[in-house]
């Protein structure tokens, strides 16, 4: 039977989870973890090598945190775990698959940049293990932030970021001086609504009518964000929701991947058709009524590149080999120091900057620039026109840029043993405690992998801001 008021439960501690769904999941991840490493053992039997070795020991590595997590039924939030996890389709199966981009660099190269990825997570999982004390966080981070009757407010949370992106995509109310931060403060809220909502669902405690108004608000959101031609927004929401519902459950929803997974994959493959329409012949943007008619257009072109990529016309990448970030470990590797010097620390030179206000600071430089600086250094972006091409470099590639292997084990060990850190203290505190809402962020930004530090620390810190830093000095102000 579902309680009266479902949102009560973000006024207590994590609970335990059913130990028996937590030993299925465990059982499910390891027999999945061994029939995927048979299977690209199978499949490499004939050039089976060094190669094949170390993303075998990538998927290991990655996927332990995961599942001692589930075989101890902890109930904290995944965070390091899910970051490890990254790691696999950023790395490992790039590896193990022979990606294309990595047949251009010669094998020392890329075992190397494989061993690199060994560093980084073996050094990781080390740091994780070793902070073992138990914590006791100060009053003010494990205190309830909000009184219990707000509680109720959270989908309102979640619609008026529906909204937000209804008006950010189809019209230009919003004025450019004010576009970062709102951005900043809708997507923070309408990160942890989606969280805490998805999570609800997971423990059984949201009506019908309640999962019905979160699943239509995700779908819109959905809508808007895949309308802009960017897929990774939409799919980093769905990635949040999933890490939600699933910890909370400790089951994988299948039925929902099964369905959403072919279509993100279809979507890509007509994604740049469309840029070349909306973006290169300056199409005029869909509005909301003709939104039905875009998406059939997309999926029209989708098909097209798909019949083209089967009967070898074309060769549009699909949304795995696209996920890839271990051609630019290989760049670097390839390149750093024989050809470039070690930048010294030079790309995380602006991170002290990015936690000054724009107000404070109207000339202060921007996220971007630390991953447009190692484009520059690598030739890979026009210094006269920065801002038009992203290039994903992932903090390891940066580690290594920087220090070089002992760049890529220090960043391990500082990631695993500051999450195992939060981890202990979030423990047995309120969901809208300061840490209980950290926790969330944390969560939602380790799959972050493609950012550089810089951009994942700015980010973090702005929705930390709004999530935390709002509601905190709520808190003292009403209490005084």
Same mark, same amino acid.
């Given at each position: 039977?579902?309680?009266?008021?479902?949102?009560a439960?973000l006024?207590?501690?994590?609970p335990?989870p059913d130990?028996?769904a937590?030993t299925?999941?465990?059982?499910?991840?390891?027999g999945?973890? =061994?029939a *995927?490493?048979?299977w690209?053992?199978w499949?490499?039997?004939a050039?089976?090598g060094?190669l094949?070795?170390i993303?075998?020991?990538?998927?290991?590595?990655?996927s332990?945190?995961i599942?001692?997590?589930?075989?101890?039924?902890?109930?904290w939030?995944?965070?390091f775990?899910?970051?490890m996890?990254t790691?696999i389709?950023?790395?490992?199966? +790039?590896?193990l698959?022979?990606?294309?981009?990595?047949?251009?660099?010669s094998?020392? =190269?890329v075992?190397?940049?494989g061993?690199?990825v060994v560093v980084?997570?073996g050094m @990781?999982?080390w740091?994780?293990?070793? *902070?073992?004390?138990p914590?006791?966080?100060?009053?003010?981070a494990?205190?309830?932030?909000?009184?219990?009757?707000?509680?109720?407010?959270?989908?309102?949370?979640?619609?008026?970021?529906t *909204?937000?992106?209804?008006?950010d995509?189809?019209?230009e109310l919003? +004025?450019?001086?004010?576009?970062?931060?709102?951005?900043?403060?809708?997507?923070?809220l309408?990160?942890?609504c989606?969280?805490?909502? @998805?999570?609800?669902?997971?423990?059984?405690?949201?009506?019908?009518?309640?999962?019905?108004?979160?699943?239509?608000?995700?779908?819109?959101q959905l809508a808007?964000?895949?309308?802009?031609?960017?897929?990774?927004?939409?799919?980093s929401?769905?990635?949040?929701?999933f890490i939600?519902?699933?910890?909370?459950?400790?089951?994988?929803?299948?039925h929902?991947?099964v369905?959403?997974?072919?279509v993100?994959?279809?979507?890509h493959l007509?994604?740049?058709?469309?840029?070349?329409?909306?973006?290169?012949?300056?199409?005029?943007?869909?509005?909301?009524?003709?939104?039905?008619?875009y998406?059939?257009?997309?999926?029209g072109?989708?098909f097209h590149?798909?019949?083209?990529r089967e009967?070898?016309?074309?060769?549009?990448?699909?949304?795995f080999?696209r996920?890839?970030?271990i051609?630019?470990?290989?760049?670097?590797?390839?390149?750093?120091?024989?050809?470039?010097?070690?930048?010294?620390?030079?790309?995380?030179?602006?991170? +002290?900057?990015?936690?000054?206000?724009?107000?404070?600071?109207p000339?202060?430089?921007?996220?971007l620039?630390?991953?447009?600086?190692?484009? =520059?250094?690598?030739?890979l972006?026009d210094?006269?026109?920065?801002f038009?091409f992203?290039?994903?470099f992932?903090?390891?590639?940066e580690?290594?840029?920087?220090?070089?292997?002992?760049?890529?084990?220090?960043?391990?060990? =500082?990631?695993?043993?500051?999450l195992?850190?939060?981890?202990l203290?979030s423990?047995?505190?309120?969901?809208f405690?300061?840490?209980?809402?950290?926790?969330?962020?944390l969560t939602?930004?380790?799959?972050?992998?493609?950012l550089v530090?810089?951009?994942?620390l700015s980010?973090?810190?702005?929705a930390?801001v709004?999530c935390?830093?709002?509601?905190?000095?709520?808190?003292?102000?009403?209490?005084?």
């Amino acid at each position: 039977m579902r309680p009266s008021n479902p949102f009560a439960a973000l006024d207590q501690p994590t609970p335990v989870p059913d130990r028996a769904a937590s030993t299925r999941l465990y059982r499910f991840g390891l027999g999945g973890l =061994i029939a *995927v490493t048979l299977w690209f053992i199978w499949q490499n039997r004939a050039n089976a090598g060094s190669l094949t070795l170390i993303g075998v020991v990538i998927l290991a590595l990655a996927s332990l945190p995961i599942l001692k997590w589930a075989r101890d039924h902890r109930t904290w939030f995944p965070a390091f775990e899910i970051g490890m996890l990254t790691c696999i389709p950023f790395y490992a199966i +790039p590896l193990l698959s022979g990606h294309a981009e990595i047949r251009h660099f010669s094998d020392e =190269i890329v075992n190397q940049a494989g061993l690199l990825v060994v560093v980084y997570l073996g050094m @990781a999982n080390w740091g994780f293990a070793v *902070v073992r004390r138990p914590v006791r966080p100060s009053w003010w981070a494990a205190v309830s932030l909000m009184p219990p009757k707000l509680y109720r407010y959270v989908p309102l949370g979640l619609l008026l970021n529906t *909204v937000y992106l209804y008006i950010d995509t189809f019209t230009e109310l919003i +004025p450019n001086d004010f576009h970062g931060t709102l951005r900043a403060l809708f997507f923070g809220l309408g990160t942890l609504c989606t969280f805490i909502l @998805a999570r609800l669902w997971g423990m059984r405690i949201l009506a019908s009518g309640q999962i019905v108004f979160f699943a239509v608000n995700v779908a819109l959101q959905l809508a808007f964000l895949f309308s802009q031609l960017y897929l990774i927004g939409g799919i980093s929401l769905v990635a949040l929701a999933f890490i939600a519902f699933s910890a909370s459950r400790r089951r994988v929803p299948w039925h929902f991947l099964v369905l959403f997974l072919p279509v993100v994959s279809l979507l890509h493959l007509g994604k740049s058709d469309m840029r070349q329409l909306y973006w290169e012949e300056k199409r005029p943007p869909p509005t909301p009524l003709e939104i039905p008619a875009y998406f059939t257009e997309w999926i029209g072109y989708s098909f097209h590149s798909r019949d083209e990529r089967e009967a070898g016309l074309g060769r549009q990448s699909t949304i795995f080999e696209r996920a890839s970030l271990i051609q630019m470990l290989c760049l670097a590797v390839e390149r750093v120091p024989e050809q470039k010097p070690y930048l010294l620390g030079e790309s995380y030179a602006d991170i +002290p900057a990015l936690f000054i206000p724009r107000f404070l600071w109207p000339d202060k430089p921007s996220s971007l620039m630390s991953n447009i600086r190692l484009g =520059i250094y690598f030739g890979l972006i026009d210094p006269y026109d920065p801002f038009k091409f992203s290039i994903a470099f992932g903090m390891i590639a940066e580690a290594y840029i920087n220090y070089g292997f002992i760049g890529a084990a220090i960043l391990g060990f =500082i990631f695993g043993a500051t999450l195992r850190r939060l981890s202990l203290l979030s423990l047995n505190v309120p969901q809208f405690s300061a840490l209980g809402i950290f926790a969330i962020l944390l969560t939602a930004w380790s799959f972050q992998a493609e950012l550089v530090a810089a951009t994942w620390l700015s980010s973090l810190f702005q929705a930390s801001v709004v999530c935390i830093g709002l509601p905190l000095a709520y808190h003292r102000f009403s209490t005084r």
